[in-house]
């Protein structure tokens, strides 16, 4: 009796080495956060947790009733807490079947051991169904610790139909307890596992996203204006739009003035555009927008519509009135940087012939080389 209880712990410790390598395997198909909507990661997932809980079966031990006492219900369990209980559900009827083609051994026979599988399964999955929504798996601050004496309830049914067997109530007594407690300390690994891996994603992402927002104006910043310049395409235009006199505010009314403007203009700038547009705080008072897929001749409108969108805004006392300058470019067959250089003159003229306007840089292969940038390059003589 001894010789058989140790052969059936170690049988499950080499169940539960198994099913931490291949659950660790899932976890490495998050990669990101928020996790993509694709078909094919979930149909991905479901391969593993099938292929997981077929091999946890055909390594289980076998007890000399004929029963499989592995911790296969494990990765249909969490498969549940992830996707639901059809995904669960399909994910160990495999699993839940392999005894009808395995050899059979012992008394309780191929069949009965297969429909026992198939009970458990239904019952675990009810249970894993009815806590989904208690033992969040997408929350990494707790949810699972809170709730761990869930995971004890999900896998008591386990095995229990073996009481309705002949003989099985002395196999019940041999493996219940060993059983359940490795599914439950399975089922505890492999979701600390998966929240652990949910909760790195979802730090690098808030990570990420701090580095490449401005706090102060709530647009993305210049490293994130640098990130998106290289996937601009012909079509596209630049805007870099500078706050007038920015200094004689800071100067007159004190850098909390000065960072009041900055956020207005973030947040002016960020409801004004598409969908596809996008505005950053490109450094100090200056703002850049790129625009995709702009007819040629609306960039200079929506140049003008930016500009009287910020001096029609009232930014209260004692500040009053602001004004900007914009200067913009079109993306072409030319380099990005020309594009860049060509908005920032344009900027430069609007700035130089009385601030409060718009000028946009124009293409003509006709025109002389400029001293200070590439050739081809135009603009109109006056702001607009």
Known sequence: ??????????????????????????????????????????????????????ALVMLGALDPSGLHVSLWLVPPAVMILRYGVGSGLLAGLPAALLPLILPASGPLGAEAAAALALVNLLLVSGLAHLFRWTLNMNDPHGSLQRHAWIAALIFLPTNLGLVLLPGGLDALQRTYLPGWAFSVLGFWAVASMITGRVALLQSTDTYREQAHRDALSGLPNRRQFELDLPFTAPGDALLLIDVDHFKLVNDRHGHPAGDQVLARIGRLLSDALRGRDRAYRYGGEEFAVILRRVQPGRIEEIAHRLRELVAATDFGEP??????????????????????????????????????????????????????????????????
């Not at 080495?17 to 909507?37: A, D, E, G």
């Not at 700035?351 to 200070?372: E, L, Y």
């Open 319 to 384: 500040l009053g009135q602001v004004t900007v300058s914009v200067g913009g470019a079109p993306f072409g067959l030319w380099s990005r940087t020309r594009t860049l250089w060509d908005a920032d003159e344009a900027l430069y003229r609007v700035k130089h012939g009385g601030r409060n306007g718009v000028q946009i840089f124009t293409f003509d292969p006709s025109r002389p080389q400029r001293a200070d940038g590439p050739p081809g390059g135009g603009l109109d003589p006056t702001p607009s």
């Open 1 to 54: 009796m001894r010789a058989l209880f140790l052969s059936l712990l170690q049988s499950l410790f080499v169940n539960f080495s198994v099913l931490v390598t291949l659950s660790f395997v899932m976890s490495l198909t998050y990669r990101s956060w928020p996790p993509p909507r694709h078909w094919h990661l979930k149909a991905l997932r479901l391969a593993l947790t099938v292929v997981t809980a077929m």
